[in-house]
């Protein structure tokens, strides 16, 4: 059974950080992994998705990795600004529809 | 419409009482998911439909609930003699297809709270 782990569930630092988000999951036979953000009251917005057969992409200042072997994924987030507080939610594609989710970290950017 | 709607926005209903809930896809998409999030939970896969049909159901917690899709657009998911464990965001997202690849997009959920 496919379990995504994220850590941390909270995380909070001064604007201009650079920070890394984990993603952890069990089973390394996925489609695709991909990360979210939720804003509260608005839904979810896609960030980055990443076939399995790719080891990163990139948008902007985001940069997302995908290591299948480990079972493992990263969210790296340079220059954080306060508009980047949210909840970043990393789902793994179990299948063509469905994903698998990680319970998310809740990031809080300080002015 | 732009994006992906829901209705209503937040739902109260007291226990044993019947719920339905909305969803309007993007215009032209064929896929169309339902989610269930509870308090500090991940997500949780409900069902899917491809068009009209239901592949997978799986996900359904109970016989309490049911989803459907007319028209291959709007779908109601409908949630029979609710119980407090019921409690938690509904969300809708659609793609264009089941594919894999294609990103879904996501409503701003129902909040259900049941009495």
């Known amino acids: 059974k496919q379990e995504v782990t994220q850590i941390p569930a909270a995380l909070s630092v001064p604007e201009g950080e650079n920070l890394v988000l984990n993603c952890s999951f069990t089973?390394?036979?996925?489609?695709?992994l991909q990360w979210f953000r939720q804003d509260p009251g608005k839904g979810l917005t896609s960030l980055l998705l990443?076939?399995?057969s790719q080891r990163e992409q990139t948008s902007g200042r985001l940069n997302a990795s995908l290591d299948k072997s480990s079972g493992r994924s990263t969210l790296y987030i340079a220059a954080s600004q306060p508009g980047d507080s949210a909840t970043y939610l990393c789902?793994?594609?179990?299948?063509?529809?469905?994903?698998?989710w990680g319970a998310g970290t809740k990031l809080i950017i300080k002015p | 419409g732009a994006g992906v709607s829901q209705s209503p926005s937040n739902k109260v209903t007291e226990k044993g009482k019947d719920v339905e809930l909305r969803c309007d896809p993007i215009?032209?998409?064929?896929?169309l998911y339902w989610y269930r999030q509870s308090l500090g939970q991940g997500l949780e896969f409900l069902i899917y439909?491809?068009?009209?049909?239901?592949?997978?159901k799986s996900g359904l917690p109970s016989d309490r609930f049911s989803a459907e899709r007319t028209g291959g657009s709007v779908s109601t998911l409908t949630i029979q003699r609710t119980q407090q464990e019921d409690s938690a965001v509904y969300l809708c997202?659609?793609?264009?297809?089941?594919?894999?690849?294609?990103?879904?997009?996501f409503g701003p959920g129902t909040r259900l709270t049941v009495l």
């Open positions: 997202a659609s793609s264009l297809e089941a594919s894999g690849a294609d990103t879904q997009y």
């Open positions: 215009s032209g998409h064929t896929a």
């Open positions: 439909f491809q068009g009209n049909s239901a592949p997978d």
């Open positions: 089973d390394s036979a996925i489609y695709n």
């Open positions: 990443i076939q399995s």
């Open positions: 789902a793994v594609w179990r299948s063509n529809y469905q994903l698998i």
